[in-house]
């Protein structure tokens, strides 16, 4: 698989918010159970905000290694993740 590929930046951008999502809820949110966590979209919103400055990392670490293909694809990534966080978002607003 070639390291400077659009594919290879997405992989990276949806496993790098997955890792630090978990990393967050395991050190942060550890008294919150999964249950409340995926039942209330506002929590869920501010914790997927937050995993995706691991992106920000990413992103960097691509363009300093001149990999600008893998970082595209971070970035298409992260306006995914971007996406579902606006759903969330309206979703808590209209009060589901």
């Not at 594919?7 to 919150?32: A, D, E, K, Q, Y």
């Amino acid at each position: 698989m070639n390291k400077n590929s659009v594919i290879t930046g997405m992989i990276c951008g949806i496993l790098v918010p997955s890792l630090v999502f978990f990393l967050l809820h395991t050190f942060t949110f550890n008294r919150v159970t999964p249950e409340y966590l995926f039942s209330s979209p506002g929590i869920l919103a501010k914790l997927l905000s937050l995993s995706l400055l691991g992106n920000l990392a990413a992103f960097f670490l691509f363009l300093k290694y001149d990999y600008e293909l893998s970082a595209r694809g971070v970035l298409f990534a992260t306006f995914i993740f971007g996406a579902g966080i606006a759903v969330l978002k309206i979703l808590e607003w209209q009060g589901m």
